[in-house]
Structures are given as structure tokens and as C-alpha cells.
């Protein structure tokens, strides 16, 4: 069964960081932000760096 986690604040900084990192060790990860322009960059960064499974 895969891992699934939760990240608040995904849209910029750290915390972008820790969920790509955890999408590339293939972690399904659930994003949550303010700004959701600032949170679709990071899920475009996500999805073009990653394969998906």
C-alpha cells in the first residue's frame, strides 16, 4: 500500500520543496496553500518533474 501525505503551505518555499521531495520518492501528496496560483505552479513543477504511476 503507497504512502499518501499532506502539506500545508505547499505553494512556495520549504514547504513546496518537502512535497516535491516527496512526490519524486513516490508519495501521493495532497497540497494545500492560500494562493492558488502560487500552488498550481508547484503541482505543474510536481507533474512535469515526476512519472506517473
Do not use: C, Y
Request: proline fraction near 0%.
Amino acid at each position: 500500500m503507497g504512502e499518501t501525505a499532506l502539506i500545508t503551505g505547499s505553494g512556495r518555499g520549504i514547504d513546496a520543496a518537502i512535497a516535491t521531495g516527496l512526490a519524486h520518492a513516490g508519495v501521493d501528496v495532497n497540497l494545500l496553500a492560500r494562493t492558488a496560483n502560487r500552488l498550481d505552479e508547484t503541482v505543474i513543477a510536481i507533474r512535469a518533474s515526476t512519472v506517473e504511476r
